[in-house]
């Protein structure tokens, strides 16, 4: 059995933050998602090193193949799960800017 490359295990590790991702979306605990994208980034980072000094074999390349046709079938779910919520949040933001502005406008404001 060979041993698995680093870049095969970025991609392991990038699945794997992906899918708890699309877990902790589908369950709106939303302050748990922004520590793993950074994590995610860490993982890009460390792949963008290692993958141009690293030369994988048949086999590997068939698994980072099917661990990207996972991590882009995460990425459209967590994108699709929180599009909403960051809509939600926009139209909150605004809504308190045009309070904001009443408030100054009829010199409510502190």
Request: net charge neutral; with cysteine; charged share 25%.
């Amino acid at each position: 059995m060979a041993a698995t490359s680093e870049v095969v295990h970025c991609y392991a590790q990038l699945a794997s933050n992906l899918s708890l991702m699309v877990s902790l979306a589908r369950a709106k605990e939303w302050d748990r998602l922004p520590e793993l994208e950074a994590q995610c980034a860490s993982v890009l980072e460390r792949l963008s090193v290692v993958s141009p000094q690293e030369t994988l074999g048949v086999a590997q390349i068939a698994e980072a193949r099917r661990l990207l046709e996972r991590i882009r079938a995460d990425q459209q779910a967590v994108s699709e799960l929180v599009k909403p919520q960051l809509a939600h949040l926009v139209a909150a933001m605004a809504d308190l800017q045009k309070r904001s502005e009443l408030d100054r406008a009829y010199g409510l404001s502190r």
